[in-house]
């Protein structure tokens, strides 16, 4: 069965630093990658997302994660945060079929 | 604006009670889900629905049930029979496999007391 693990379930950060949010799969074959973000009482968004290609996506405001298969990870980053990217975020991995993995969460709090 | 439309966004509910949560979308979606999002554990799959007057049980059915009669409407209730049924609860939809990303509602929490 397919799984989703991500590394941090809290991650505090102040404003202008940089942020990596990891995430692991476990599946051997092709797979589409996500990353949705949960803003405080919001629902959720997409952030981006990867079937193929470059293995560097950029998705909005100022994301990015970058595709290591051999790694089996897509691991989210922005080079500098502000105060309004405090959120819960979920890394998801689908494999084909009506099903995604979702990972369980990393709730990122950015101090001013 | 077209979205996906959750009600009520609280819900209280006795033990040994039945209770309906609501989901509708006018995106013109043809598949939609419900998730069930608990702290620390991500969102698991209940249902799922492809086309109208079909549905099929994802990883956590058990003490849920649903229908789906039109293409906007996919209500879930919880029944008596589940066991743990305080939680928080996402309709989605995507408008044919999921790979595109769902389209989420805005949620519901549903609290037994």
């Known amino acids: 069965a397919q799984s989703v693990s991500q590394h941090n379930h809290h991650v505090i950060l102040s404003e202008a630093a940089s942020l990596e949010l990891g995430c692991n799969y476990s599946?051997?074959?092709?797979?589409?990658l996500f990353w949705y973000v949960q803003y405080p009482g919001q629902h959720l968004q997409l952030l981006l997302k990867?079937?193929?290609?470059?293995?560097l996506v950029k998705g909005i405001k100022g994301f990015e994660a970058e595709f290591i298969k051999s790694k089996f990870s897509f691991n989210l980053r922005k080079p500098s945060v502000q105060w309004s990217d405090t959120a819960e975020y979920f890394c998801a991995v689908n494999a084909g079929g009506q099903n995604f993995v979702f990972g369980p969460g990393t709730r990122l709090s950015v101090l001013p | 604006d077209g979205g996906i439309t959750q009600s009520p966004k609280y819900l209280f509910r006795k033990e040994g009670q039945n209770v309906t949560l609501s989901c509708e979308q006018n995106?013109?979606?043809?598949?939609m889900y419900w998730y069930r999002q608990d702290p620390g554990q991500g969102l698991r799959l209940i249902y799922y629905s492809q086309i109208v007057n079909d549905f099929q049980k994802g990883d956590i059915a058990e003490g849920y049930s649903v229908s789906r009669e039109k293409k906007e409407s996919f209500p879930l209730t919880v029944t008596s029979a589940q066991k743990n049924p305080t939680a928080f609860y996402l309709c989605?939809?995507?408008?044919?496999?999921?790979?595109?990303?769902?389209?989420f509602g805005s949620g519901t929490r549903l609290t037994v007391v």
């Open positions: 599946y051997g074959g092709t797979v589409n």
């Open positions: 989605a939809s995507s408008i044919g496999p999921p790979e595109g990303g769902y389209t």
């Open positions: 995106l013109n979606h043809d598949a």
């Open positions: 990867y079937f193929s290609g470059d293995p």
